[in-house]
């Protein structure tokens, strides 16, 4: 188990987003949350990824505590994410768009860059190769040099992937990463998740598309209002009355 | 005492200008979540207008005025259409420079027609009167009371009718409002024309009593964003009563601490209020 | 790299005219004006790398400009301090002051902070303007000295003043280029696109923008600092907030997040106002609707179209070779064929 979630819980206002949920993330596996719109799904995620900072219940990543640590900390650590809509710097080449991506590793600082030190050689190289290494891996080498705003939908996607990637992550969290892209497509990003879990890197998703996450997720925990209805294999939770209900909206029987 | 119910008044007559032009600026920054830098050249404008009008035509001062909330109630139409429509899409960063480039035309444009000169508006309400023992032109009163009635007026028109009910929906929730078959067009257009409106009746009230000249914006506009950070963006009530809160700090300030840093006072109260909440009083946390 | 062997072109071209240009054209008027240009371009770089690269649009750059040449009148006027220290220190002081107000400033964001940095601007202001006892108020401050100075360079002339800007300038361009391109400039860049996303691919976003906003500040201060011992006379009106208008609209022309930006938007605009001088009071009727327009059609100015319109060309120039080759490929089948059918 490689992320555990103790209790977690998200209050607005009055509103509870989501409500004492405990959740694990196996490793190496690819593991789905599911749920109707509104279920608090992406809450969730931003809730592991620091973005928000739980009400209440704690967040263990490799047996340490990082409830209350921020985004880049968190990522530092090994936990990269992607958003549903990318915002990539469209005048920018997609390199340049994912060189960024291994600045975390990097020590480089102002005065590095201002007397191009040997320092700040050593680590352009680095996060360079580490770029193109990356695109290679979601198979965009072709589209490297391009402007990032002239390539497809489905590339921008393979481009947030990358960019993930080249943080070296242990485990990517991935928000709706099928949304918006035709059938075909959605089978070529179904495939690199798989690709990553075999590089050893663990794979969380959100997603819509049943079929897919049924066929794909290893492990998949449903959401309803805010609180875990399900947790387990896709059969047993395509079995379960509970999540039937939560997505049908009427008894199991019925 | 006498000094202090003096200042009170005064306090009250400032609050009503910056209420007025404050309401204006949240009215719109409720609907498109733009910072209109432009707002204070319309209430500058409203001001020349209105002289020019009296001063050029012999007008009468309620016609001139009534003239001049038109015009600039369709300059601020007019705003919003060439220039804040087509940058809807853009990012952050450039409705707010459009908006600058708008101050400054309009300012420039004031200088080449009325010149750099500072000019007194002549009020038909110039005489003294006396108030439960304190002294006051006409002119202060009618401030007062002319203020409050454009706020009711305004209270009514978006409680109790259709179009003035659309004006809320959309400042809630811009989509949904879309959603629900509201032309959010129109009901732009209808804001900006309201928030020009509103500016050109805190110009047109208060120029009596101040002087008007290119210029005479900037601290208003500067005061009023203050004010409606204090009152929460986009908040109706929050605009009325951040101005007179800052109208009665201000003339209190300026007689009991000095009278050349008393436009510093809204500027650090802002500064602090920031410093302590981010996103602004009464700001919808973590959303 | 083929985009920098053609810039290498501009830039080698400016310099050589920016070096020259006393030879040639003599005049001690348009001296003056080209000097005064040089400072505004160094404090519009400071403002680009801020809201240009960053995102961050600060309207309090005038004050942060009225505090370098303040802090330099009054090092040098009632202290008496060797210009040289008096110059670092003005720098420092301003910068220390932009940390602060970075400080609070930057965890507002996008409206918020544009409105924040305007009072602190006015704030500035209004302090240089109402403490006679330190600055002189609107009396302003008289009597500052030129550079001392270096060995045997003497700056008294304005001709070695000018070259003395031009050197500062000449260092901030490439302060900035190496900035831009560098780990540290794309980090900048990644925040002014998300900052949700810089800090996922862990970019602590605030220590970053602090950064930006110290070093934005630094070049106000330098850029005032020397506007200061130029002109020798200053007033409460330098940090006035129309000089951060005119400033926006130098950057805004050339091209807000661009390196050449500052310069181009600069130089014309003063060009251009020099040969209005009859329109002095009034540019700005000219100047905000081009400003509105400007942000309207082209966001990027001047150098960002030149930059759109050379990567389209390029585009085209691809496809062109590509098709070619495409159908040179296939005629070179086809004759294959034809040689292996005759």
Not at chain 2, 114 to 125: F, K, N, Q
Not at chain 2, 213 to 220: D, I, Q, R, S, Y
Not at chain 3, 309 to 322: C, I, L, N, S
Request: contains cysteine; hydrophobic residues 50%.
């Amino acid at each position: 188990m490689l992320i555990e979630t103790k209790k977690l819980t998200k209050r607005f206002g009055g509103n509870v987003a989501v409500n004492e949920v405990d959740f694990t993330i196996e490793e190496g596996k690819i593991n789905a949350i599911i749920g109707p719109n509104g279920a608090g799904k992406s809450t969730f995620f931003n809730l592991l990824s620091g973005s928000y900072t739980p009400s209440a219940g704690q967040v263990i990543y490799k047996g340490k505590d990082i409830t209350k640590l921020s985004p880049d900390r968190i990522a530092k650590l090994g936990v990269a994410r992607t958003f549903q809509t990318t915002n990539l710097f469209e005048q920018s080449t997609v390199l340049d768009n994912v060189i960024v991506g291994h600045r975390l590793r990097t020590k480089s600082n102002l005065w590095d860059a201002v007397l191009r030190t040997k320092r700040f050689a050593k680590e352009e190289k680095k996060c360079r190769e580490k770029a193109m290494e990356v695109l290679d891996f979601v198979d965009l080498t072709h589209v490297m040099n391009q402007q990032a705003g002239s390539i497809t939908q489905e590339e921008k996607k393979r481009v947030a992937f990358a960019l993930a990637l080249a943080t070296d992550p242990e485990v990517v969290f991935l928000d709706e990463p099928t949304a918006g892209i035709n059938p075909g497509e959605t089978e070529g990003l179904a495939d690199l998740m798989e690709k990553m879990v075999k590089r050893k890197i663990t794979v969380c998703l959100i997603e819509h598309k049943m079929k897919m996450i049924m066929k794909l997720a290893d492990k998949i925990m449903v959401l309803n209002y805010g609180e875990k209805i399900a947790e387990g294999t896709s059969e047993q939770i395509m079995n379960d009355p509970a999540v039937i209900e939560a997505y049908l909206g009427g008894d199991a029987s019925a | 005492m006498d000094i202090l119910t003096q200042q009170l008044f005064n306090g009250l007559t400032i609050g009503s200008v910056y209420s007025l032009v404050a309401l204006g600026l949240t009215l719109v920054y409720g609907i498109l979540h733009i910072p209109n830098f432009a707002h204070g050249a319309l209430y500058m404008l409203g001001a020349y207008i209105t002289l020019t009008m009296m001063l050029l035509w012999g007008v009468h001062y309620w016609i001139a005025m009534a003239v001049s909330v038109l015009v600039v109630g369709l300059l601020g139409v007019l705003m919003d259409r060439l220039v804040f429509h087509p940058l809807r899409n853009a990012p952050p960063i450039h409705d707010k420079i459009a908006a600058i480039g708008i101050l400054l035309f309009l300012e420039a444009f004031a200088q080449l027609i009325w010149g750099a000169d500072y000019r007194t508006m002549e009020t038909p309400y110039g005489q003294v009167i006396d108030i439960f023992g304190m002294t006051a032109t006409t002119q202060r009163v009618l401030i007062n009371i002319g203020a409050i009635a454009v706020m009711i007026l305004l209270y009514l028109f978006l409680k109790k009718t259709y179009i003035g009910s659309t004006i809320i929906a959309m400042a809630q929730n811009r989509e949904g409002a879309h959603l629900v078959g509201i032309n959010t067009n129109k009901v732009a257009m209808l804001t900006f024309m309201i928030s020009g409106g509103l500016a050109a009746i805190a110009a047109s009230l208060s120029a009596p009593i101040n002087l008007v000249f290119p210029g005479m914006g900037h601290l208003v506009i500067l005061k009023a964003f203050v004010i409606i950070i204090l009152g929460g963006m986009g908040s109706v009530p929050g605009a009325i009563l951040g101005g007179y809160i800052l109208g009665f700090t201000e003339s209190l300030g300026a007689t009991y601490i000095s009278n050349d840093y008393k436009d510093i006072i809204a500027f650090l109260l802002l500064v602090v209020i920031l410093s302590i909440k981010p996103k602004g009083l009464f700001s919808r946390e973590d959303f | 790299m083929g985009s920098l062997l053609k810039n290498r072109g501009w830039v080698i071209g400016a310099l050589a005219v920016a070096i020259l240009f006393p030879f040639v054209l003599p005049n001690a008027y348009f001296l003056h004006i080209l000097t005064l240009a040089f400072i505004w371009m160094i404090a519009v770089y400071g403002l680009n790398l801020l809201a240009g690269y960053t995102g961050y649009l600060s309207l309090a750059h005038a004050g942060f400009f009225a505090i370098g040449a303040y802090a330099l009148g009054l090092l040098t006027v009632k202290t008496e301090i060797n210009y040289w220290l008096a110059l670092v220190l003005a720098c420092l002081i301003t910068s220390a002051i932009g940390a602060v107000v970075g400080l609070v400033a930057l965890r507002t964001r996008e409206h918020f902070f544009a409105i924040y940095t305007l009072c602190v601007g006015y704030i500035i202001y209004l302090v240089i303007d109402k403490w006679d006892g330190l600055t002189g108020g609107v009396r302003g401050l008289i009597g500052i000295p030129v550079p001392s100075n270096i060995g045997p360079l003497s700056f008294e002339t304005p001709l070695s003043q000018y070259y003395l800007v031009l050197f500062f300038l000449i260092f901030t361009v490439l302060v900035m280029y190496r900035i831009v391109h560098s780990l540290t400039g794309r980090t900048f860049i990644a925040i002014r696109n998300s900052e949700d996303l810089a800090q996922t691919i862990g970019i602590s976003t605030m220590k970053n923008k602090l950064l930006v906003f110290v070093l934005s500040t630094f070049f106000a201060g330098l850029a005032g600092a020397l506007y200061a011992s130029f002109i020798r006379f200053i007033g409460p009106d330098i940090g006035y907030i129309t000089i951060i208008f005119d400033l926006l609209t130098y950057l805004l022309v050339g091209g807000i997040g661009t390196l050449a930006g500052p310069i181009v938007g600069t130089f014309l605009i003063v060009a251009v106002s020099q040969s209005l001088q009859f329109l002095q009071d009034y540019r700005m009727l000219i100047f905000g609707p081009l400003l509105t327009l400007l942000i309207i059609f082209y966001p990027r100015g001047i150098v960002g179209a030149y930059y759109d319109w050379r990567m389209k060309h390029t585009a085209k120039k691809v496809k062109r070779t590509r098709k070619e080759q495409r159908y040179f490929e296939s005629e070179t089948v086809d004759a294959e064929k034809k040689v292996k059918e005759g």
